[in-house]
Nanobody, 129 residues
Framework: QVPPAESGGGSVQAGGSLRLSCAHSKFVAGALCLVWFRQAPGKEREAVASLYSYGTMADYAASVNGRFTISRDNANNLVYLQMDSLQPEDTGVYYC??????????????????????WGQGTQVTVSS
């Protein structure tokens, strides 16, 4: 139960890009979903990108679809989030976590953050207009 370490956040202007990195101590065999979450000020934590631990499948929240790309480096237990065309509404603290697939439906769609963890400190992303 070692929390992951997020990095790569920063402050950018709208339209800019950032690449976040998440260093896991290991990829847990039972964790089928590798997920980036974010939490905007005053809002609940929400999933923005999910990567399946098997195959090449990935899911994205509608708000970031086409702008964010999730990927991983299996050899180094890393998960990345490439964020392009950033908008002010993307502002928030970004967290990575791994956890179980949902029962029924597409396995990693809309994962419940309450079922994921452990949680690191996250990395702040601030997008100004």
């Amino acid at each position: 139960q070692v929390p992951p370490a997020e990095s790569g956040g920063g402050s950018v202007q709208a339209g800019g890009s950032l690449r976040l990195s998440c260093a896991h101590s290991k990829f847990v065999a039972g964790a089928l979903c590798l997920v980036w979450f974010r939490q905007a000020p005053g809002k609940e934590r929400e999933a923005v990108a999910s990567l399946y631990s098997y195959g090449t499948m990935a899911d994205y929240a509608a708000s970031v679809n086409g702008r964010f790309t999730i990927s991983r480096d299996n050899a180094n237990n890393l998960v990345y989030l490439q964020m392009d065309s950033l908008q002010p509404e993307d502002t928030g603290v970004y967290y990575c976590a791994q956890g179980p697939a949902r029962v029924g439906g597409r396995p990693c769609v809309n994962p419940d953050p309450r079922l994921f963890g452990p949680w690191g400190q996250g990395t702040q992303v601030t997008v100004s207009s």
